[in-house]
């Protein structure tokens, strides 16, 4: 973790993850070209985010050592972290979601996490592929990695 600020930023409803100090969170609705949009809303995070998924009017974060973060997005003006889970220390690099389960790429290894109950995830288990997984995401009723 390099300790630096980051935030979960809204930007005309897509999840941005990213440094509060790189980005911010624009509604661009009303803007006209050249004006600045205006502020819509930032959630800090304990940690840099490394990638997002959303679901379910939630999103989903990859954290890296802070593990798996998960944000309510009822309200877009007040995001509210509600749940977390810890890799013991793995880093958490790419995220798909698949249903009530969340696939998290650590390394060589795909953790597969029961989302069910937002505030409170379980890791179901740990699936080792051999080969360093660089992505992840959701196709259909398929995971691909």
Not at 8 to 18: A, Q
Not at 118 to 135: K, T
Request: charged share 15%; proline share 8%; with cysteine.
């Amino acid at each position: 973790m390099t300790g630096r600020a980051t935030a979960l930023l809204l930007l005309l409803g897509t999840i941005l993850p990213g440094p509060a100090e790189a980005r911010t969170c624009l509604d661009y609705r009303g803007v006209a070209p050249g004006e600045e949009p205006p502020l819509r809303a930032v959630l800090p995070l304990p940690g840099p985010a490394a990638d997002v998924a959303v679901l379910a009017g939630h999103a989903y974060l990859a954290c890296g050592a802070d593990g798996l973060r998960i944000v309510e997005l009822s309200d877009p003006d007040h995001p509210a972290a509600v749940g977390h889970l810890g890799f013991n220390g793995a880093d958490a690099a790419r995220i798909a979601v698949l249903g009530c389960q969340a696939f998290v790429a650590m390394g060589s290894s795909l953790e597969v996490v029961d989302i069910t109950a937002a505030y409170a995830p379980v890791a179901l288990r740990r699936l080792v592929v051999g080969e360093a997984v660089s992505d992840v995401a959701a196709a259909g009723e398929r995971l691909v990695a």
